[in-house]
């Protein structure tokens, strides 16, 4: 099953065999140890760094809670009125049903999968790519896809992949769907790679969008015996890319994930003049003032004291 579609899931494979998933995975760790296979996150692939590429229908079996949970925290990121794209792929589809509540979006895609899962947001415009249906991903290629994008911009795009990577950046199996992702990423002012923690650290054929161009990973937390994707996590973050994990509470890039439309930021007061009185709104002034003191370092806490003092 793995020779003729690329991947499987665990799922899957104890339905085939109907036997049960413990006894799969048993099964799966040997066959890892001859060679014959490679262990992901819920399922296997083909040996060696450079896989094949997977249908759909393998795809949408694996890691299934892992690209919901991505899909949550990419919503985040978007806010109401913005012009975006949104790549082909099934974390992106996922990604796509979420951005149905967002009003006032234009989202531009070449994925059929998720045009028709915006189709009855009735306020969100959907722009789609010219080109030729490939119909192992529900994808639009070719020259007529990245001819229609040419002379586009909008703030970011949304990308998936079959791998991920420190050294060469996101990449897929596919020259044509590479080829078309790569003009989507000329078209966006941000890039935003998705991409669940089996990827990283597998790198594929052809390269999409080199790890400088970048801004920011969505994925989930690996587990903890999971070395390799943590190592790839922190040598991304090394490298600049802004690191989002879904259901941690912190970031290894050191960046906290914003909640839309309830971002804050405090700026403390400016001290008065010598010899200036304080104005009708000094009382109030004074007592955020003694709040932002008792958290500041202490060159702020002096400020406050001799405000105090005046």
Do not use: C
Request: glycine share 10%; charged share 20%; hydrophobic share 40%.
């Amino acid at each position: 099953m793995v020779r003729a579609n690329g991947a499987v899931s665990l799922r899957e494979l104890a339905r085939v065999v109907q036997t049960s998933e413990v006894t799969v995975r048993r099964d799966v760790r040997a066959l890892e140890a001859e060679g014959l296979l490679d262990r992901r996150h819920g399922g296997a692939v083909l040996p060696g760094g450079f896989t094949r590429e997977s249908g759909f229908p393998q795809k949408s079996h694996l890691a299934t809670a892992e690209k919901t949970a991505i899909a949550d925290l990419a919503a985040n990121f978007v806010e109401e009125g913005e012009a975006i794209v949104v790549g082909a792929g099934t974390t992106t589809q996922e990604l796509a049903r979420r951005l149905a509540r967002i009003p006032g979006l234009t989202v531009v895609t070449n994925s059929l999968l998720v045009a028709q899962a915006l189709a009855h947001a009735n306020r969100v415009e959907v722009v789609m790519t010219g080109g030729t249906l490939r119909g192992s991903n529900y994808a639009l290629v070719g020259s007529g896809a990245e001819q229609s994008l040419q002379g586009l911009r909008v703030s970011r795009a949304f990308l998936s992949g079959s791998g991920l990577t420190a050294e060469r950046g996101l990449s897929t199996s596919n020259m044509l769907s590479a080829s078309v992702d790569r003009a989507l990423v000329q078209a966006a002012a941000e890039v935003v790679v998705l991409a669940d923690h089996t990827k990283l650290g597998t790198d594929t054929m052809f390269q999409t969008v080199p790890t400088d161009v970048i801004t920011r990973l969505i994925t989930d937390e690996p587990p903890a015996h999971d070395d390799r994707a943590g190592t790839e996590l922190q040598a991304l973050a090394d490298q600049g890319v802004q690191i989002a994990v879904a259901g941690a509470s912190g970031n290894p890039g050191g960046e906290a994930v914003p909640a839309r439309r309830q971002q804050r930021r405090d700026v403390p007061l400016p001290a008065p003049r010598r010899g200036q009185l304080p104005g009708p709104g000094a009382a109030a002034g004074l007592r955020a003032a003694a709040v932002l003191g008792e958290q500041a370092p202490g060159t702020e806490r002096a400020r406050v004291a001799d405000m105090r003092r005046r």
